[in-house]
């Protein structure tokens, strides 16, 4: 399904696929792939089950990309990038210039205890991870 002007154009193969918006998903093959905004997933020639919400969400990827999802304006996502989620990740950076909430988190409680896994953010890339490192785990709790 596609609605908006040159979305989904260059569709050959690019079923159960749904596009919304001006040059949305622009595909010339794949599928399961849904794009909402200008020009989102507008650079994917080829590509599988990816989602992208927002004005160029998406459009980093370039072709044979799968299971991504991009939620914002300009997150863009990139080449080669597989199984990935981007959540406003174009917003400034910085002490105290953009904010995250998150509902649902504090609703399942995990003690600091020696096997239990401790999330972790990359103050360079802001990408979640975790660690089985108690001692990390300690150094936190004295934060």
Known sequence: ?????NA????VAAGFSVAVGFQAL???TG???????DNALGSLTTGF??????DLAGDGYTGGEAGNI?????VLGAPGENNTIRIGDSLPTGAGVSQCFIGGILSHFTPLAFGNPIVTIDPLTQQLGW???FTAAEQQKKI
């Open 1 to 5: 399904m596609a609605v908006g002007f």
């Open 8 to 11: 989904l154009t260059a569709n």
């Open 26 to 28: 622009d595909i010339a």
């Open 31 to 37: 599928g399961q792939n849904t794009a909402v905004g």
């Open 49 to 54: 089950q990816n989602t992208a919400i927002g």
């Open 70 to 74: 991009s939620v914002g304006a300009f």
């Open 131 to 133: 660690t089985m490192d």
